[in-house]
């Protein structure tokens, strides 16, 4: 069984809450990433919301400051356990209909982010994707 942490390959992406919609943009574009996550203020280890590539466009679109903050155009992170099986990503990104999921460990804290294309370009990802018992939703 494959685990959400055996397919982190880089550190997120994160920022303070406090954050401008201009700010995530720019380490979006330069980490090349298509998800930040906001921390918490008092924990930089706490992931409070995220922001995608989308968000931003949608802002943009909106003629939003790009100089005010980044909370208003932010959503609820969906997490999924550092020892969750990689199907448990996979379901939940179907599930919430979203491209990445947060990675917290046993005590909420910030460990990454997968995204559909870390679960997609692996044979034996796919082939465990393709055999996991995952419970029906309604």
Same mark, same amino acid.
């Given at each position: 069984?494959?685990?959400?942490?055996?397919? #982190?390959?880089?550190? %997120?992406?994160? !920022? $303070?809450?406090?954050?401008?919609? /201009?700010?995530?943009?720019?380490? #979006?574009?330069?980490? =090349?990433? @298509?998800?930040? +996550? !906001?921390?918490?203020?008092?924990?930089?280890? =706490? %992931?409070?919301?995220? *922001?995608?590539? =989308?968000?931003?466009? /949608?802002?943009?679109?909106?003629?939003?400051?790009?100089? @005010? $903050?980044?909370?208003?155009?932010?959503?609820?992170?969906?997490?999924?356990?550092?020892?969750? $099986?990689?199907? +448990?990503?996979?379901?939940?990104? =179907? /599930?919430?209909?979203?491209?990445?999921?947060?990675? +917290?460990?046993?005590? @909420?804290? #910030? *460990? @990454?982010? !997968?995204?559909?294309?870390?679960?997609?370009?692996?044979?034996?990802? !796919?082939?465990?994707?393709?055999?996991?018992? *995952? %419970?029906?939703?309604?």
């Amino acid at each position: 069984m494959i685990r959400t942490s055996e397919l #982190l390959k880089r550190p %997120p992406v994160s !920022l $303070p809450e406090t954050a401008t919609i /201009r700010e995530v943009a720019t380490e #979006l574009a330069k980490n =090349r990433v @298509g998800l930040a +996550v !906001l921390t918490a203020r008092d924990n930089p280890k =706490r %992931p409070v919301a995220v *922001v995608s590539e =989308r968000d931003i466009l /949608r802002a943009v679109a909106q003629r939003l400051d790009l100089d @005010g $903050p980044a909370m208003p155009i932010a959503n609820s992170p969906i997490t999924v356990l550092d020892t969750d $099986p990689v199907h +448990v990503a996979a379901e939940k990104m =179907r /599930r919430h209909n979203i491209r990445h999921v947060v990675v +917290v460990n046993k005590n @909420g804290e #910030l *460990v @990454g982010v !997968l995204s559909i294309r870390d679960l997609c370009f692996e044979r034996a990802i !796919l082939l465990e994707l393709a055999t996991a018992e *995952v %419970p029906a939703t309604p």
